[in-house]
């Protein structure tokens, strides 16, 4: 049983209780330990904590010698957004791909894998799916995160995700709500806005969610946007109106609230996060999200301190924090309840789960689900000068800047697996309004492969391909982005997302595979 250390007071207890920290390091620092013993009950693990399954295995067991029912979380969409697979990139492809597919069983069978391997290393709250409907094309954060445009399409991937999640002891955190999909700017940089009517979001942006809730989400998360329909002056985070009257009263939703990181921009640059913390426990939040950026012990003392003096000023009811805090204890021991398994190191590999060989993918026992899914998701589209690649190609791919959800430390790309079908393939990046002819000029004699990722985002990336098929009509292009030009080249594959797995899947159909 989890001991609290004689001396914390009840109101300290519930202000730490409700706070969701990261950490450095690939083990638990000495005053992580130390205040989870104060009442500290969850932790939040990011690609910087991650080395190795074991590793990870460890430092889970680490935490739980202190707190056994402690809540590690984790940003584990798979596909572009992964945190366990952080240096190779996901075994899963993303949402996109899974909607692409549009096979429910499918996504399920994808969501208690990963779910699988990640109860196998001790997390068990997953701040995933995404229940975005990607209505901007021009959404700069959302993308191939989101199931898609359909709002039938994404709430009904949204509840399968949610059912094979969960059905592995993982705690689902559905996200953003009230929906980020039609938002041009990225809430880690400043405050998105969202000018729909109420009708529009109550048929469109609120459907996923809906449907998340049915599924029996254990928790969800708040997106830092203003949407004036719902709320003029908070953004959904801060929002009463939003996290209590719409989402609890009206949508009867009675789990757990999570922010998103309150150190990103939208916040911390306009309220600040001991300000916003405060504001959203006091809307409705249960737990508060920080540690992307922020990860020491001042932050966890600062913002712990900011709910305690917030209550003992009158700023925030007791009631309402002690109410968050019974929440997320809740949660931790719902979690702690269904754990079956000691946390371990087997969590990679080609194998799957009884659920992952399930008629969704094939008979066959040791099929990888994940393959299979980024297998289905391909769109491959032959042009008039197709021939097949037979000789090692060079690989050129056109590199944006990464959205800070995504991180620019994943791999992605097709070079790498491509190298293991036709050896000897090269490859090099390129950016900027000289892409097209330092691709060309690096390329030489070989054929060319062309890997883009939003290429219609991207005036200078449009340019480059202009200049590379109008010199070299057989080469082939890779969208590994959300498709929206008609496709191009000799050969245009898309993905549907930039996983590695996905990226294995286009070097197949680039070598015939």
Known sequence: MTTIASGTDTLTRDALAVLQPGFTGTSAPSWLLRRLGEGLASVGLFGR????????????AQLRAERDDVLVAIDEEGGDVTRLEVRTGSSFPGNHALGAVDDTALTEAVAHELGRRL???????????SADINSNVD????GVRSFGADTSLVARHTAAYVSGLQSARVAACTKHFPGHGDTAVDSHHAMPRIDAELPVLESR?????????????RAVMSAHILVPALDPVHPATLSRRILTGLLREELGYDGLIVTDGMEMQAISATYGIERGSVLAIAAG??????????SDEPTVLRLRDALVAAVRSGDLPEERLADAA???????AWTASTQTTTPSASVNGGGTSERGSSSAVGSNARTDVGLVAARRALKVTRGAHFAPVTEAPYVAALTPV???AVGDETPWGVAAELRRLLPGTETGSFTGERAGAEALAAAGSRRVVAVVRDAHRHTWMAEALDILLAARPDTVVVEMGVPQSPPRGALHIATHGAARVCGLAAAEAIAGA
């Open 49 to 60: 904590n991650i080395a190795t399954p074991a590793q990870v295995a460890a430092l889970t």
């Open 119 to 129: 109860a196998a290393c001790g997390v068990n709250l997953n701040w995933a799916p």
């Open 139 to 142: 959404n700069p954060v959302i």
């Open 205 to 217: 942006e609120l459907v996923p969610f809906r449907a998340a809730i049915e599924a029996g989400t």
């Open 285 to 294: 939040a249960d737990a508060i999200c920080v540690g992307g950026g922020l």
């Open 326 to 332: 019974a929440r997320v204890r809740a949660l931790a």
């Open 402 to 404: 990464a959205n800070i």
